[in-house]
């Protein structure tokens, strides 16, 4: 992060399993000071904190890395605690575009195994929990610029999916 300042929230590889695809994730992440400060010195307090802050940089101009000789280890398989619960509420309060809440949780049961039952409370939560919740005080959505900025930088990154999938983008 010394070397490249617009790093400003880094990883590093869960026992041996990096993909470059992959943001950095859990707690063993690293943030910039400065960065942090810019953005308010805090962690919101709502579903969706975790993946606020690498929108925010990425909405800022900023970038992520994941660092391969950088290893950790979760103590728990993922989601055996929690069971995937409030990831659909955090989804739904960031702006996630529908098609990719979809995505994910059909990538994660059908190409990754993992608990089908997890990602049910995904979608649960993000298609119709939220219609329940809206008295909860953690159960807020983030600001409508950041909102609209992922919900369009995900649209694009379907599209051109789509794209690939067909060919279009051959021409």
Known sequence: ??????????????EGTLNPDVTPRGSGRFIRTRFFNE???HFPPYYGYEGWILQKASQLGYSTKNYPDIRYRH??????QHRFR?????MKCLGYHPLEVLYRC???????????????????DYFIQPLT???????????????TYI???QKRKIIHEI????GLNKR
């Open 106 to 124: 059909v990538k994660y049961v059908l190409i990754d195994h993992r608990v089908p039952l997890g990602y049910a409370h995904v979608l649960w």
């Open 75 to 80: 103590l728990r398989e993922m989601g055996k």
């Open 163 to 166: 794209a690939s999938l067909s």
């Open 133 to 147: 919740v809206k008295g909860d005080p953690y159960y807020h959505f983030f600001d409508e610029d950041l909102r």
């Open 86 to 90: 409030d990831w659909g509420l955090a």
């Open 39 to 41: 953005i308010g010195d």
């Open 1 to 14: 992060m010394n070397r490249d300042h617009r790093i400003v929230v880094a990883s590093g590889d869960i």
């Open 151 to 153: 919900r369009e930088k």
